[in-house]
């Protein structure tokens, strides 16, 4: 009977050790800009998210440290949600925002001229007003990063404004947690 509880015991334990709320490393973050192509702004305090006429003109990027099996996700499935938390610090014009996943490592010496491709079907998007904390629904990014990233290589996103919106976001060099990516997993 000992035996029993005992390996019941330890399913419960390995069960939980793998299950709960989870939060993303920051990596990097940069931005890019159209005019200088050939400029890197990692050490930027505000990332910069413009488009004129509806084509992007500066586009954020943010990277983050792959710990999914460390944490014993395996699969998609096991993730059950997920949020983004951006921290907008100036908003020249209001607009929305579109958020979307990168597969691949995100560099502070990002450029316009070697900036990576997204998956332009998995996004999640905000209408950015004012200064403020926002909080998007990430899961779709989440679980595709699972996806296409279990083994260990690294991810990101690919921030761009709609229209005409320019919008500043804080960086992690103007304070911590300014970009926050949440996910809760189980079993």
Known sequence: MKLVYATLMLFLLLGSAFAGTFTAGLDADTYVDRDS?????????????????EEPVKIA?????????????????Q???????LTISEVEKPGVI????????ISPELTWEDAPEAEENVSAEVEIDSPGEYTLDATDIVKEAVRTCTEGCPYGLKIVAEGDASIGLASSEASRGSTELKYVAGM
């Open 98 to 105: 579109k958020v979307y996943f990168v597969h691949g490592y």
């Open 79 to 85: 993730v059950s949600t997920a949020t983004l938390k």
């Open 37 to 53: 192509p050939q400029d890197t702004f990692g050490d930027a305090t505000t990332l910069w998210v413009t488009s004129h006429a």
């Open 61 to 77: 990027y943010i990277g983050f440290i792959n710990a999914f099996g460390n944490q014993g996700i395996s699969s998609p499935d």
